[in-house]
């Protein structure tokens, strides 16, 4: 069902302070709830995405993105480009067969998030809302028969499925583009909620 290389895990160095203001930053960071993901510069992958397996009618999470979403592609036409944040492999098939994720990007000035899915191998995106940076929001996937909802901030928007029952295949984690890699290291947490 996996394909090789969809998924890697990829460890990073713990990060040194060489100043009090940096230790200080580094010890709220490490008290904040959540897995601190890190999309290096150069990758498409973030850090701690293990393998796993999932079937599941609701993705429930909280997520916190910091100053460095906001970035600048190569290409500009690639800045529209929706970098995936959340979400399940669907009908136990590849995530570019059927699949839905909260995505996100930083364009025309401002940190957006959208919904983003596959359905038989078709694309869907849809813009759900512009967000701060530095700030928890809660996103929610119900994925019920035949149709995946996405809800975060007083948004909802509804995408077509192509099979019914809860949602088995894998779980989905950040992952940077489009086409292009990180142009520099993104970090952002995730806490996964009940």
Do not use: D, H, P, S
């Given at each position: 069902m996996i394909a090789?290389?969809?998924?890697?895990?990829?460890?990073?160095a713990p990060a040194t302070a060489p100043t009090a203001v940096a230790a200080s930053a580094d010890a709220t960071a490490a008290t904040e709830p959540g897995v601190?993901?890190?999309?290096?510069?150069?990758q498409h992958y973030a850090t701690s995405n293990p393998v796993r397996l999932v079937s599941k009618t609701k993705l429930k999470f909280s997520v916190k993105f910091d100053n460095t979403a906001s970035y600048k592609t190569k290409a500009t036409n690639n800045q529209a480009d929706?970098?995936?944040?959340y979400g399940v492999a669907d009908c136990n098939s590849l995530h570019q067969t059927n699949s839905a994720r909260f995505g996100w990007r930083w364009y025309q000035n401002r940190l957006e998030l959208l919904a983003y899915s596959y359905r038989a191998g078709v694309n869907t995106t849809t813009l759900l809302t512009a967000i701060d940076r530095n700030k928890w929001?809660?996103?929610e996937l119900q994925i019920t028969d035949g149709?995946?909802?996405?809800?975060?901030?007083?948004?909802k928007v509804e995408h077509k499925r192509s099979c019914t029952g809860a949602a088995k295949g894998y779980q989905l984690y950040p992952y940077f583009g489009g086409d292009e890699t990180a142009p520099q290291n993104i970090t952002l947490r995730l806490q996964d909620l009940p």
């Open positions: 090789a290389g969809c998924l890697r895990k990829e460890e990073v601190l993901y890190t999309i290096l510069k150069g929706v970098n995936k944040l929001y809660t996103c149709k995946y909802t996405f809800l975060v901030n007083g948004k």
